[in-house]
């Protein structure tokens, strides 16, 4: 049987060891988290996506360096465009990816077929599986995980030409990247200096951050037109399954829901969710409860 081949990264030659070694700091975060997985173990089905399984023809990337490619994106909050554009001008992320410092990231349009063979067998592998890979390995060697989870999400701008998407659904034909949808930017709805509510068309993220490490710990990924608080419980849900210590959640006031707060006191779990001022400020007994929240000193941190 044939071995596998790829495109030849230059990471080990003069321009890149020699380099890396004087640029990026041994505890730099990209250093960390290369040396810290077993990348292969994440890759190996992958490479049934490949015709003759990278064996013959012509050689593709390694699925390794697209993998970390698209983990980038997803830590950063990058569309495909922009993580091209930055790996090719940060040295750690060219270092974590394994490229030459004078050698050239993938180009979007490869990271968005990689993307969408991961979306059309994501069975296979998640980065959410990735993530908890990682949150574990942390674990296990004595990284330090405080109790304060941070509760937030960011949108991501799909890779579309939404004008060609118009025109694909006149025609009756379905949607380049389907689970995309138009969405707000912000908590509430956003309006510009000229009064006009902007949107966008793509994702949202919504993740769980360790306020000690700020390591991602959970994540999920809906599309744009969801509202965040929908997502708190299940990203809290993934941390305690994980057996990460948490014993308060923050988040801003997009997130404060009756539901949530009666939630975490169910867990045991302090709630420092940002409440919303018609909480504080009714002129009934109700509002008490809500003060006591805010005058708890976890809500102040």
Known sequence: MA?????????????????????????HFFRKLNEMLDWRKHTQKMMRWYKGRAEYGRPP????????MLLVAYLYN???RQVEEYVNYTLPAKYFLGLGVDQFAPD???????????????????????????????LEKGIRFDSIQVVDSTHSIADVNTSKEDTRRKRGKGPIDPDAHWGTKGKKTFKGKQGKVKYFYGFKLHASLNAENHLITSVLVSPGNRHDGQFLQGLIKRDLAQGLPVGIVSADR???????????????????????????????????????????????Q
């Open 61 to 68: 990337f390694n699925p390794v360096v697209l993998l970390k």
């Open 254 to 300: 997009g997130y404060d829901d009756s539901a949530h707060h009666f939630w975490l006191k169910q867990k045991g779990i302090q709630s420092a969710i940002c409440l919303n001022t018609y909480r504080t400020h009714k002129k009934d007994a109700n509002k008490e409860v809500w003060l006591d929240l805010k005058a708890n000193p976890a809500y102040q």
């Open 3 to 27: 071995s596998e081949r790829f495109i030849e990264t230059g990471k080990g030659t003069f321009y890149g060891e020699y380099i890396y070694d004087q640029v990026v700091p041994k505890d």
């Open 108 to 138: 979007h349009s490869t990271l968005t077929k990689f993307r969408q063979r991961m979306i059309e067998r994501k069975r296979e592998l998640k980065l959410e599986n990735l993530l908890a890979d990682i949150v574990q390995t942390a």
């Open 78 to 80: 990058l569309s495909e």
